[in-house]
Each structure stands twice: as C-alpha cells, then as structure tokens.
C-alpha cells in the first residue's frame, strides 16, 4: 500500500519536501515524523498533514493533497517509488532528482528538474522560468506551456514540451551540448541550432510508445507528423538535438 499525505491547513511560510523524497517505501509512522522544513522551522510531517495509508496503490507511491502551491523541492533527490501531487507546487520541483516518477497535476515554480540525472516526470499544467537546467538524463513530459529559460546548459536526457513555448525562441537550449527536446507549439529556433538533413522519426515514434508505460497518451498526429530537427548549440559544438513538430506529412 502507498500513502496519502493530505494537507490539514493552507501554508503560509514556504514548506520543504525534500525529505519525503527518501521516503516513498517507509512506513506510514517514519513518514510521519520526517522533519520538514517550515519557514524558519522543523516541524514533523504528521503536523502539516493527514497522512493515512493507501490501499489503492502500489507499495512506494506517495499521494499528495491540498493546496502545495507553498511546497519547494518536491521531488527533489527522488530516487524510487513514485510522488504524485494533486495541485501546483512551487520552485525546485526535481531538482536532481536520480531515479522514481514524479506526477505533479498542476502548475511548476521555477528551478524545475535542476540537474536530473535520471528518472521521469509529468506535469500537468505550466512552468516557468529555469526549467531543466543542466539537466543530464531523464524524461520530462509538459502537458502545458513552458516560459522563460528552458534546458539551459542541457547535457542528456529528453524534455517534451506539448504546450506552448510563450517566451522569446533564444532561450531554448542555451549552452545546450547534448540531450533532445521536442516541441509543438513554437515554429522556430534560435540561429545557434541548424536544421539537419535528417530526423529519425523510428526515434521518436519508440520514444511515444514508451510514454504510454507511463500513462501518457500522445496524438497520432505525433506519429505521422513531420519533425524538423535542429542541432546545437553551434556556440560550444553542441550537439544536442531539439525537434519541431511542423504537421502532418502529406
């Protein structure tokens, strides 16, 4: 059985959840005397939350409920299991995070999956600025929009972005020198990425099927579309690899 952590009060200072991420296969009783880091202040989990098991879910999967728009960190160092958060969190969000599965329903705060060196991720709503810095291996999945810096000084892993891209096209990729990303909603780069004279579309289509062991359905337009792919960032010889969806192919 997993576990569900409901919040008991709306949060004022900010709420450190770093912690839970060691947590996902411990006992409801350690769950609940983690110390969590509340402004200024540790408080024990069991203070912040309800916390009750879940016997809808597997062992190793940790449900979070309330309004976390205050909690920082989520998933941040996560390594194992799985964390799903009924609601918008705030900044850091998968920072570093190693192995697991982080779900997170609503919006993200900035600093988002900072040097993820494994694992994978969905977000449901928006992120902003500083998404998927340094980032190293991994799979992130944005079903919303993303603004401000994206995948800055990228070196592996894959970011998708469904949604739009609703800042300038410079700040894709910036210092990227390995990694892949692929847009929809945004129909030009940067010129520090030049278009290649090929795009293995056997890739991405394996890379869709393999989204769907994660619960995540593509459009099948996907499929048969048309991807222009781009490599850079030629200002460090990168060769990182970003893929603009352009429509169908006729």
Known sequence: MGAILTLKKYLS?????????????SELNDIANARLRYGKNLVAAKEVFDIVKDIDKAPGVLTL?????KAIF????????????????????????????????GDVGINSFEGMENGFAYVRGNITDGFGLSM???????????????????RGGTVIIKGDVTDDECNIGFGMSRGTIILTGLSSISGDFLAASN???????????????????????WYQGKF????????IAGIGEVFIYEGVAL
């Not at 998933?75 to 920072?95: P, T, W």
């Not at 190293?136 to 800055?152: H, L, P, T, Y």
Request: glycine share 12%.
């Open 65 to 69: 409920r309330g309004n976390l728009e």
């Open 136 to 154: 190293r291996r991994g799979v992130v999945f944005v079903d919303g929009s993303v603004q401000g810096q994206i995948c800055a000084s990228m």
């Open 13 to 25: 200072p900010f709420l450190d959840l770093e912690p839970l991420s060691h947590l996902t296969n």
């Open 74 to 105: 989520v998933g941040a160092h996560l390594s194992e299991g799985r964390i799903i958060v009924n609601s918008s969190v705030g900044f850091c969000a998968g920072k570093e995070m190693s192995g697991g599965e982080l779900r997170i329903l």
């Open 199 to 221: 795009t293995d579309s056997t890739f991405l289509k394996y890379l869709f099927t393999q989204l769907k062991e994660h619960g995540i359905g593509v459009p099948d337009t």
């Open 228 to 235: 222009l792919r781009m490599v850079g960032d030629r200002e």
